[in-house]
């Protein structure tokens, strides 16, 4: 990010805001326990404009204070942890391919982008998978909210990779975001 120190603090409150509410106020519950909802557009948002560690920073603070408001204190630990590492992948996986994309002449809206979303999101599931069977002690019943985290992740991904194509195309954010500035 091309800003200073204490603006990248204000964009990371920002998008744990953004976590935050769109995950706690657009919700439906699970079968057996947890709520589908499409925070994770906006973490995934925060991974490719804010980096690493701010993303990290606002995805899983924003996904945690969601859950302790929705009461769902039990999944907080958790949350935190598993939206930190959500961020965390997709920011490897569009660091790593943007790499290679100048060797390879790769599409990046077109394939590294929904690559990074796809990668990331199955972090989430099989994060709340394991938390599910292993930490809660569910074992095979944590399969039931299998379908439904899967399909947040699919949704979230698909929207996140189109918010962030039409805001790849407002100048402003060209200069402020470096995800933009090659491509």
Do not use: R
């Not at 990010?1 to 699970?30: G, R």
Request: proline share 4%; net charge positive; glycine share 8%.
């Amino acid at each position: 990010m091309n800003v200073s120190p204490a603006k990248k603090i204000c964009y990371t409150a920002l998008f744990a805001c953004c976590i935050c509410l769109s995950t706690w106020l657009i919700s439906v519950p699970l079968p057996a326990s947890g709520y589908f909802n499409v925070g994770d557009v906006f973490v995934l948002l925060s991974a490719w404009l804010l980096g690493p560690l701010y993303g990290a920073c606002a995805a899983g603070i924003g996904a945690m204070l969601a859950d302790l408001l929705a009461g769902y204190a039990l999944y907080a630990p958790a949350t935190l942890i598993v939206k930190a590492a959500v961020a965390l992948v997709a920011y490897a996986v569009i660091f790593l391919f943007q790499k290679l994309s100048s060797k390879k002449g790769w599409c990046f809206f077109g394939i590294i982008v929904p690559l990074s979303a796809a990668i990331a999101e199955t972090v989430m599931v099989l994060g709340y998978l394991f938390f599910e069977a292993v930490i809660l002690s569910l074992g095979a019943g944590a399969f039931a909210n299998l379908l439904g985290n899967a399909t947040q992740g699919v949704c979230c991904a698909a929207i996140a990779v189109s918010v962030l194509l039409l805001l790849s195309k407002v100048p402003p954010l060209k200069k402020t975001f470096n995800i933009f500035s090659t491509h």
